[in-house]
């Protein structure tokens, strides 16, 4: 045998009910209660959600004060870690310390018959614009009438030139900020000129019962052109704008035209409508990655839209619901208006590694990453921030505060969602919903406090609101339907450990694994993978198996063995090589005629050295194989058989740790298959070598006297 399996330790650990789980003490928070936490100058909910993701805090503090063109930012992460939430928290501080942008205008262009004229403004000066040119298009159809009588009367114009110049002079004097600007006196001018073109051109009609022509005047049509259409408005006092689109869209992002109606007089300029990128100039705008994938329609489009306007840093309203040609010419004739907007772009990291090869030059104008951690290290400074968060939390949802031992369940909870002792999850929604459901329960038994006992009532309601599946497939163990056994000593049969996972919840359960062998020369074969039930990770474990045993028996090489390995009872198929351990075990007993305590299940990876290494899912598998056990009856002597490498990561609901500190239940670990199979089986590695080597011989013997006889002369 190799001498690296020799060198092995041959002792598996017991654990203690202490080691189960992570004992936080309530003691290393300064308050008897959550609303103890909040206080004038406290800290929002947001802040100390950022101290558990310090990191990404740092990238995205940098990124939005990096005003450069070009630096967009992409936060990654899973949904719930606070990606959403944080990030427009950071951009309403980073915006608070810019003042508002301009307001962008469209203005009929008198010098072409199409294209309207887009102007940026001061803050606010777009909408005392628009009222402006309002007031002066009521008083100009107030007094049209008598401007036409008397230039009938005078045969000049000379009056209605007063009036323009008075109107338009007061508009001036009540905006200071056009006084000056050439545009607007050119505009100005053009707006003289037009009015006084189309009324010297008007004539009265000859018809005596028609209203001398005036209502061909009197339409929106014509007052339509002097009026100001404001797309973006701001205030003096106003921030730079901070903008969230949750259900992206071509017309919600770029803008419109709005429809109008084959009787509708309105000029073109004035059913224009801005998106979301022209409201974010000079500011931020957040999206959703996966909104915008989700748009099958229009996705592709939409980001390839967003594309060139990264790229050109130009925009231009687009009529996106005509397919007349006239929608068309009005469209092609526009100028694309400069827009400067900061882009943060929210995703997954699996759609973006999914998109980066295809959309490389897309992604590139998204140089700030922002990576929001999924777990942090369990501190005290995390603990406090978490407290914090929890209280300020309480206070928005005007909820009851918790107790620090409600907070410690709390804590343990987020610990129990990462499965890891040492690091605690970050699934801030989570949390959020623990707490509200914990508030019930507690308003239910009429606490004005939220205690550990409400926390461990709304864990417990939420598994078993979702235990159906795991309850039926436990009913078929204990009614004998599905094969399982939980006492005595079996030859060439183990219980392995499966994890159902089923989106909402996820359980174990156990399965059991047989294995035969005899004489042959086809090796190690597993029934599901012939079948084509076994999947490619459960696989590559077997073939980790199966060196292993070429290893170990070296001298023996070809080994003149055939080993049969089955799932029972699976019909699903079966992925994943958390059952190696299991597997070689069950072999290892048919070789040897060596029997396997049934009350044992096992669940581990290996590798070719025999090393056993850490598994998913494993408080859900302990957890599932002892609500099994104790349905058919606890005796003492069931138990789970782990990788020492996953001792960390336990974290078990308290039926089962009160179990083990009884000694009705007990949980060992193991280092590497020696450690392992002594515990199963009261034998160490070298005991079921020796016998392996005899059965290993004598199948060889038994080949060689069945194989056909070669005669020569």
Not at 161 to 185: M, R, W
């Amino acid at each position: 045998m190799s001498t690296s399996t020799q060198s092995q330790s041959t002792s598996s650990t017991l654990l203690s009910s202490q080691q189960l789980t992570l004992n936080i003490s309530a003691k290393q928070f300064n308050f008897a209660d959550t609303s103890e936490l909040i206080a004038a100058d406290s800290k929002s909910a947001q802040h100390q959600a950022w101290v558990a993701q310090s990191e990404a805090k740092k990238a995205a503090e940098f990124g939005l004060n990096l005003q450069q063109a070009g630096f967009n930012l992409l936060a990654l992460g899973e949904p719930g870690t606070g990606r959403t939430t944080l990030m427009l928290s950071a951009m309403h501080e980073a915006a608070s310390k810019q003042v508002a942008p301009s307001d962008l205008i469209a203005l009929h262009q008198f010098d072409s018959n199409t294209k309207p004229l887009f102007l940026k403004l001061a803050a606010g000066v777009g909408t005392q614009l628009k009222q402006g040119l309002d007031q002066f298009v009521r008083q100009l159809a107030k007094e049209l009438a008598n401007l036409l009588e008397a230039k009938i009367k005078d045969n000049a114009t000379t009056l209605i030139q007063d009036f323009l110049n008075a109107q338009i002079g007061t508009i001036k004097a009540n905006i200071p900020q056009i006084q000056a600007d050439k545009q607007f006196t050119q505009y100005f001018e053009l707006l003289q000129k037009d009015i006084l073109d189309t009324l010297e051109a008007w004539q009265p009609s000859a018809s005596a019962d028609s209203d001398n022509n005036l209502d061909a005047l009197m339409s929106e049509g014509f007052f339509g052109r002097y009026r100001v259409n404001v797309l973006v408005e701001h205030t003096a006092n106003q921030h730079a704008p901070v903008i969230y689109d949750n259900d992206p869209s071509l017309q919600s992002l770029f803008g419109g035209v709005e429809s109008a109606g084959d009787s509708s007089t309105t000029p073109d300029f004035m059913r224009l409508r801005a998106g979301n990128l022209l409201r974010a100039d000079g500011g931020t705008l957040l999206l959703h990655l996966r909104d915008i994938l989700a748009d099958e329609q229009n996705g592709s489009q939409l980001l390839e839209k967003l594309h060139r306007f990264l790229r050109n840093g130009t925009l231009q309203i687009e009529d996106l619901t005509s397919s007349s040609s006239q929608g068309s010419s009005f469209v092609s004739a526009q100028d694309a208006i400069p827009v400067s907007v900061k882009l943060v772009l929210v995703a997954t990291r699996e759609d973006y590694y999914e998109l980066i090869d295809e959309k490389y030059d897309f992604f590139s104008y998204f140089p700030i990453k922002i990576e929001f951690a999924e777990k942090v290290k369990a501190s005290a400074e995390n603990y406090s921030a978490y407290a914090a968060f929890i209280a300020q939390k309480c206070q928005q949802f005007d909820c009851s505060h918790f107790t620090a031992d409600a907070v410690v369940a709390l804590l343990q909870a987020m610990h129990r969602l990462e499965e890891d002792q040492t690091r605690i999850s970050t699934k801030f929604a989570v949390l959020e919903k623990l707490m509200l459901e914990s508030a019930a329960a507690a308003e239910l038994r009429g606490a004005k406090l939220v205690a550990q006992e409400d926390v461990k009532a709304a864990i417990n309601r939420k598994y078993a609101r979702h235990s159906y599946i795991e309850a039926h497939a436990r009913d078929s163990i204990v009614d004998n339907e599905l094969m399982i056994n939980v006492h005595g000593e079996t030859v060439g049969q183990i219980n392995g450990l499966t994890h159902i996972d089923l989106a909402d919840a996820s359980f174990g359960s156990p399965v059991r694994i047989s294995a035969n062998c005899y004489a042959g020369r086809l090796d190690v074969l597993t029934i599901d993978r012939e079948v084509s039930m076994s999947g490619p990770t459960h696989d590559k474990g077997v073939m980790i198996l199966q060196s292993w045993l070429h290893t170990n028996f070296a001298q023996f090489n070809p080994l003149n063995l055939t080993a049969s390995l089955v799932f029972e009872q699976e019909y699903n198929g079966v992925d994943g090589d958390s059952a190696s351990c299991a597997e070689l075990f069950a072999l290892l007993s048919a070789l040897t005629q060596l029997p396997i305590k049934q009350g044992i299940a096992v669940t581990g990876a290996l590798n070719q050295h025999g090393e056993v290494l850490p598994v998913g899912g494993l408080n859900e598998k302990i957890e599932g194989y002892f609500r099994v056990c104790k349905d058919i009856g606890l005796d003492g002597t069931q138990g789970v058989l782990i990788p020492q490498r996953n001792m960390r990561h336990l974290m078990l609901r308290d039926e089962v740790v009160d179990a083990v500190a009884n000694g009705q239940f007990h949980i060992t670990t193991m280092n590497n298959v020696a450690e392992g199979i002594l515990h199963i089986t009261g034998h160490t590695l070298q005991e079921i070598n020796k016998l392996a080597e005899t059965k290993l011989t004598a199948f060889k013997q038994i080949l060689e006297a069945n194989s056909p006889k070669i005669f020569t002369k």
